[in-house]
């Protein structure tokens, strides 16, 4: 397995027991009944009842099995393999039927021999993964003729930016375009809350233009359908995000608009 690969598979192990308690994930919540999908997500795919899911990098599948509380009948794909003990083990305590698959994305065509009617990804998926071309060809691969991709992501635009600057204001830091190189971050922490303390690890992350996307689904065999930008995500991205009334994040009044995250919807032909 590549190195930086491994170096994130073993950071998103200790991120996910850091996640499992915390409030951003709110666990406990769900297995009461909380949907965890983002309303955009819902609205946009529409009705799932009966349909089989496959959805990449899961991570311990809260949204994998709110798709199949809608009705979905579902498998969830990640290559941290504690989230998918957790998620497998909160699959048994709610009785929600899921399947989860422990594979690098770029592996599952070895390991699953299956099509559905959707696959689905969404926020924070794309910057783990060096080869946008070859994923594309995954999402292709493993969806019927006629079948949906979906994906909700942060908008490539806005990850050029320095996301830990103090001042309230725009300063390019990274690449636009796929890099060569990875960008090597190290730290002890994770965004989400955690008591959970762990010693500082290595991480590597991609961007992927806009063009490279869409052009890397095109040329695997998709029909794109729509591709929607907003000006508001759920997470905060940069520091100096304001919180707007239903709990997503945008920038203040005075800085005018960005693009923050995008939605796009294409169809297998
Ligand atoms: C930010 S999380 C996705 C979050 C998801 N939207 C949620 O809210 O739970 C990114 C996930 O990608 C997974 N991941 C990263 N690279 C991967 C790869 N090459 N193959 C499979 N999973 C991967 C990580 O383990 C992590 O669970």
Known sequence: MDRHIKANRDLWDEWTLMHEDSKEY??????????????????????????SLLHLQCHFGLDTMSWARLGAD???????????????????????????????????????????DIVFTSEGVLVWLPDIVEWAKIISRFLKRGGKFYIREG????????????????????????????????????????????????????NHSVSEIINSLIKAGLRIDFFNEYTYISSKVFPFLIRREDGNWTLPRDMGEMPLQFTLLATKV
């Open 26 to 51: 709110d666990v406990e919540g769900f297995i009461k009944g909380k949907q965890t999908l983002d309303p955009i997500e819902v609205s946009e795919l529409g009705s799932v009842k009966g349909k």
């Open 74 to 116: 579902v498998t969830g794909v990640d290559f941290s393999e504690k989230a998918i003990d957790f998620a497998r083990r909160l699959s048994n305590r709610t009785g929600i039927k899921a399947e989860f698959i422990h594979a690098n994305i770029y592996d599952l065509p070895n390991m699953l021999d299956k099509r559905f």
């Open 155 to 206: 908008h490539p635009f806005s990850k050029i930016f320095d996301d830990e600057i103090k001042t309230c204001e725009f300063k390019i830091r990274y690449p636009y375009f796929t890099p060569k190189h990875p960008f090597h971050f190290r730290g002890a922490e994770t965004y989400t809350e955690s008591t959970r303390k762990i010693e500082p690890m290595d991480w590597y992350e991609w």
